[in-house]
């Protein structure tokens, strides 16, 4: 599979980097790599969906929204690693703040090299009909990479949604020339639900398939109805994200994992709860945290680990590590070591407990108290023995326990930033967590809760427009 996703993640690759070249393209030597001579079969095409799959990265989603928020603390061992964005010191030059760029240019390329397939794929032949049924499954694989792909630049490049918010260029071409304008954020999530909806239509599985050795690694409609809810919510559309989540969670037919194999989600040793997820295989996604000769960069934050119960919450050693001769816990066990290696985890893309969580803050969004205690007392009861159910007494109430819940919950995986500048809310860190008070409050005002676009962005192409401040 890994030699797969190379061949045609680098084949891709040549292919933008070449066709952009107007002099080699006009030369056309009979050795040059062109989408004719790569996807000529069905079977070609799936092999470019691998490549396409494998060059997603959740790393830089995990490390972003962890270091810029108050999810980890910085440790006196770290040699510069996000530094810029734990300090929020990122700008729009290329060589600075690395971790606030990444993911512009990760994620179009991703869509540039689905994009090159997506304008193949129709006169692909497919003689049989298990052949056509076959393509049409990629095709909607590939539609719903690029809205997520899209949904994630649009989290780090935009604002607060709003229908007229400035948002991002939605790409569905593989022209490296051209200069596409900033759309409103409505209009990228129109086009986001519209690429989803075209997926869903499309032979995709209806429940996560878990394949041979690796698990859930490709996209079911349950999954893509779980990215629905998600987008739904970030739009406070709260009456679709109830749906898609409830669909997400009917058609995955995955429930919350039990108490005592729930600790094994973060060793790869259980496919529980994974509604979708990233392999990785020699990719240390632990080292984000701590490196392989044990030097520590990142520390959870004194502020989220004051949120947990450490006597019956299962949450407390599963996501925690304790230092040994420390007095407290001090290290991120979440995604610590694989039976492949030390730091080699899966990254988890897609939780069933994101689901009880997005029905509960939409429940409570729309006032409905009952529902949305129901969803957030059933993810804590299966997370903390013994435990009474908590009432919601209004919607702030409701609202800010969900909040708190989303912190223990999904720490570490690639929400917080997100979670807070959707809501509207400050990044505050605890004194303890910090080493200077220059870095202990970001408000919601501050321009820094928008990362900047990446200058060579700007320089190659005079439709784009920068984030203010910058």
Known sequence: MKKIYNKFLVAAVLLSSLQGCKKLTDLKPTDLITEDVIFQTVE????????????????????????????VKLSNENRGQAQPVFKWQYFASDSEGDEALAGWFGYYAVIGIANKILLKIDAIPATTTAEQERKARIKGELLAIRAFAHFELLQRYSARYSDAGLGIPYTTGSDVSAKPA????????????????DALSAPIPVAPVSAPNVGIIRLSKAAIEGFRARVALYKRDYDNAITYANNCLAQSGIGLSDRITFSSIWSDDSENEILFKLRRNGISVGQLWQDLNGDVFYEPSDKLKSKFDKANDIRWDAYFLNDPGAEDTSLVFKFYASSRGSKIVDIKMLRVSEMYLILAEAYAEKDDLVNAAKWYNDLRRARIEP???????????????????????????????????????????????????NWQTLPVSNFRMVLPIPRASLQSNPNMIQNPNY
Do not use: H, W
């Not at 900033?182 to 909806?197: A, E, G, P, S, W």
């Not at 609202?399 to 809310?425: A, T």
């Open 44 to 71: 070609d095409v799936e092999k470019g969906l691998y490549g396409v799959y494998g060059s997603l990265d959740g790393v830089n989603t995990m490390i972003l929204n962890a270091a810029i928020s108050d999810e």
């Open 182 to 197: 900033r759309l409103t954020m409505k209009q990228v999530v129109d086009l986001i639900n519209q690429d989803f909806t």
């Open 387 to 437: 435990y009474t159910d908590d009432v919601f007494i209004s919607k702030a109430d409701g609202v800010e326990k969900v909040m708190d819940e989303r912190f223990r919950e999904l720490c570490f995986e690639g929400f917080r930033y997100f979670d807070l500048k959707r809501r509207g809310l400050p990044i505050e860190r605890l004194a303890s967590d910090v080493q200077s008070a």
